[in-house]
């Protein structure tokens, strides 16, 4: 009898030590994934280099908004720039430097971020995005209408800081 | 309704985020109905203002434009409500200009969202942190 109760303590005692290994390592997963998505985290400079875009997360999301503009005045204003091309008339006061083009993507593992959208200003056009991260410093941001094989992408790089002497 | 967003600081030149996590409280939207998600036809925003918390006053003037937007999990980010530009010399309630076409009845469906409100800073700002009241008044289509 106490030979059946001792056998049936030692397996209870490795299952619990499975469980919390199971636990554990799932944790560990997720903590990784979360850490390898904040990769995008940063400023980036798109290819036609007219503006730089701050990428940061929020709840567990990310979002990019315009912190540069080559020319943040509109030349025929003279004012600075404001997004005249918004579809919702009401919002077309809202500056540019600030707006967050980029919304609303999630980390899908491999270096890859999708289910987001980019906004392009000059058009006032939404198009669903996906993200690609190249290297450290590269990311192949695709923008397209429908299925992702409709769409362009354009190669945006990370802004690198000047090393201070 | 009436929330409370903050921002961390300190605050650089440019836009600066402040966040205000909402609990939906469907029971407590309306006076009339404790409404439940499966009853919401539709929310809007009507009526956006600004303005300090009483005892912790902010000089909006330092602002040059405000932008308010909704965040979800599962729900698109939506820009709701903007003001450009922020006039010198503003006191009391600022009113923000509200969207006409944005919707937020996806988000009241969700058990909590956050209201994320840009300010676009003229000048850096150290202090440690920033709480600013939000004022909504929502127009919500029921069942």
Redesign the interface.
């Known amino acids: 009898m106490n030979y059946l109760l001792n056998t049936i303590k030692n397996i209870m005692n490795t299952l619990k030590a499975v469980l919390f290994l199971l636990v554990f390592s799932f944790s560990s997963i997720m903590s990784f994934a979360q850490e390898d998505g904040d990769k995008l985290i940063g400023v980036w400079e798109p290819s036609h280099g007219k503006a730089k875009v701050k990428i940061e997360k929020i709840g567990s999301k990310y979002y990019g908004k315009i912190v540069w503009l080559r020319e943040p005045n509109d030349p025929e204003t003279g004012q600075p720039k404001v997004d005249r091309n918004n579809p919702d008339e009401s919002m077309r006061t809202n500056p540019i430097k600030g707006y967050r083009i980029l919304k609303d993507f999630v980390y899908t593992g491999d270096n890859e971020w999708s289910e987001g959208t980019i906004y392009d200003p000059e058009n006032g056009n939404t198009y669903s995005s996906t993200i690609k991260m190249k290297d450290d410093n590269t990311l192949d941001i695709r923008g397209f209408i429908g299925v992702s094989a409709l769409g362009r992408t354009d190669v945006w790089k990370r802004l690198q800081m000047p090393k201070k002497k | 309704m009436q929330i409370t967003a903050a921002s961390e600081g300190p605050d650089f030149s440019?836009?600066n985020?402040f966040f205000s996590e909402y609990n939906v409280d469907l029971t407590t939207l309306i006076s009339k109905k404790a409404l439940k998600a499966d009853n919401i036809k539709s929310v809007k925003l009507s009526k956006a203002s600004i303005q300090s918390l009483e005892g912790a006053e902010v000089d909006f003037s330092q602002f040059?434009?405000a932008?308010l937007?909704v965040?979800?999990?599962n729900a698109?980010?939506t820009?709701i409500a903007?003001l450009?530009p922020i006039l010198e010399n503003t006191s009391g309630a600022i009113a923000l200009?509200?969207?006409?076409?944005?919707e937020l009845t996806d988000v009241f469906k969700e058990s909590s969202f956050?209201f994320?409100l840009?300010l676009?800073f003229k000048e850096d700002n150290y202090d440690d942190a920033m709480s600013i009241s939000l004022n909504l008044e929502l127009l919500v289509e029921y069942n």
């Open positions: 440019g836009s985020s040059s434009s932008s937007q965040v979800a999990d698109p980010m820009s903007i450009n200009t509200v969207s006409e076409e944005a956050t994320l840009d676009d």
